[in-house]
């Protein structure tokens, strides 16, 4: 009985440790955590770009990855690039901006 008991243990603690390591991150995998927070990022850079009215905001692509933010597309003017980095920077929780975008 003592066996079956020492065997359920140890494999209840692999399954708990299999878990824990799969929910860490690492330099190019993120945490559950940080995967929701970057979701919320993202939504809030889409919004804040939504409502400048000198933007398109169908043209540009937004991704997060550990609160860095990438933008991509393509705008009319590089007075648009300019808006929406700065846009971006504004919002809380946005590390750093990557620009992607492109003139058209």
Known sequence: MKLTQ??????LAA???????GC???TTKESTGQYVDDTAITAKVKAAIFKEDTLKSAEINVETFKG???LSGFVG??????RAIQ????V??????KNDMRLK
Not at 6 to 11: H, M
Not at 77 to 82: G, H, L, N, P, Y
Not at 87 to 90: I, L, M
């Open 6 to 11: 020492r065997f359920s243990f140890l494999l």
């Open 77 to 82: 003017s590089q007075a648009d690039i300019d």
């Open 92 to 97: 809380s929780g946005v590390r750093t901006v």
């Open 24 to 26: 860490a991150s690492s």
């Open 15 to 21: 399954a708990a440790f299999t878990f824990i390591g």
């Open 68 to 70: 860095a933010v990438q």
């Open 87 to 90: 846009v971006t920077r504004a």
